[in-house]
């Protein structure tokens, strides 16, 4: 299982980059409002610190399942519910609510991963 969400850490840094990019350089000429363009941003950091975040506790504490499951989920939730809400405002206008859960779940999968019992030290390996 830490296998596969070293996988989804691992991802969804590469994605974050090239959201991020994408934000960046690619929005510009479609996205005139600053504020959409900012919470694209946000989004974008938000899922590359938690993906980073994923990727240490896969590797700092294997065991801690929900740790892990809750920063993917907040990821999913929080920036992708950003990234549709920018890009297609009036389609996914009832998407809205996910993204205070998806922080919710980012914050809780912090509190896992305190909480949590650790793996193999880091200088073990």
């Known amino acids: 299982m830490s296998r596969l969400f070293w996988l989804l850490g691992s991802l969804s840094g590469a994605t974050g ?8 350089h ?19 950091h938000y899922q590359l610190v938690h ?12 065991q ?12 999913t939730l929080f920036s992708g519910s950003i990234y549709l809400l920018v890009l297609w405002p009036e389609r996914f206008r009832k998407l809205g609510p996910l993204t205070p859960v998806g922080g919710l779940c980012l914050i809780a999968g912090w509190l896992a991963l305190g909480l949590g019992r650790r ?6 390996r």
């Not at 980059?17 to 960046?24: H, M, N, P, Q, R």
């Not at 506790?57 to 294997?62: D, E, G, Q, V």
């Open 26 to 44: 690619g929005l510009k000429n479609r996205i005139k409002d600053p504020a959409k363009l900012q919470s694209w941003g946000t989004a974008a």
């Open 51 to 62: 993906s980073t975040a994923l990727l240490v506790a896969t590797y700092a504490a294997p």
């Open 64 to 75: 801690n399942k929900l740790a892990m499951g809750l920063f993917g989920a907040g990821i």
């Open 119 to 124: 793996g193999v030290p880091l200088g073990a």
């Open 17 to 24: 980059v090239a959201l991020g990019a994408f934000g960046a």
